[in-house]
């Protein structure tokens, strides 16, 4: 098992940063691909960025050149440092991590996007 805690979400104007952390226990060996979902209300979740053990990582379209995620392997942390914030960008967001073709979930860190 894997458990994954978020933090970092809040209430934030349009244009403005926030800065979202992950942190994984539990079996971490063998975690390969971690990343960021995010579900706005009425909406199905939807991939945000992922990143691979090597670093390598994908965006969705929507958030390329405004958020980026990165990964610190030895304190098993993912990141995403979200800028130019949207009011679209208004959702729960979610850590995700791949085990040894098993997805795990953290349960989920509001963001809201509003003047």
């Known amino acids: 098992q894997v458990q994954l805690v978020e933090s970092g979400g809040g209430l934030v104007q349009p244009g403005g940063s926030l800065r979202l952390s992950c942190a994984a226990s539990g079996s971490i060996f063998g975690i390969s691909f971690m990343g960021w979902y995010r579900q706005a209300p009425g909406k199905q979740r939807e991939l945000v960025a992922t990143?691979?053990?090597?670093?390598?990582?994908t965006y969705a379209d929507s958030v390329k050149g405004r958020f980026t995620i990165s990964r610190d392997n030895p304190k098993n942390m993912v990141y995403l440092q979200m800028n130019s914030l949207k009011p679209e960008d208004t959702a729960v967001y979610f850590c995700y991590a791949l085990r040894i073709g098993i997805s795990y979930w953290g349960q989920g860190t509001q963001v809201t996007v509003s003047s």
């Open positions: 990143i691979a053990r090597g670093g390598s990582s």
